[in-house]
């Protein structure tokens, strides 16, 4: 049923619950996982000008490294793991990667925003939801569920 599994990071410790998912149906149905990493760049376009962009780039895309690593790291060795690092808009260049990799199945986590919030702001994986090409397995993550990593810093990547 699935072949190529799509599974979009930010290299949080939430996302380690929907690699979970990601990883339990690769593994039933002998699949390979696509990792993900998109550089939103748009939050950084009223930058000054004698702001170093090759600096922020290259921290960004350093963070991105390090959270397809980490999905490397936690991946069973049965499972087929290939990574990738983009820039553009998060749920954009999913969906765009979701079609041109030829995937069957996004998994993707869920801060579980409701109400105003997701009204007014929506967030990658409802944009996402809508707009993929292919079935979107979203998994809820609790913030308060994840144990605290001391002296961790992630970029934003929504």
Sequence with gaps: MYDCILVPTDGSPEVE???EYAFDLARTHDASIRALYVVNISGYGGLPMETAWEGINNALRGE???AVDRVE???PDDIEVETAIFEG???RVIVEQAATEDCDLIVMGTHGRGGIDRLLLGSVTERVVRQAPVP???VQVDPSDVPEQPNESRAIVE
């Design 136 to 138: 979107v397995l979203t």
């Design 17 to 19: 619950r929907a690699l």
């Design 64 to 66: 991105g490294e390090t």
């Design 89 to 91: 808009s998060p749920s």
């Design 73 to 75: 790291e936690l991946a």
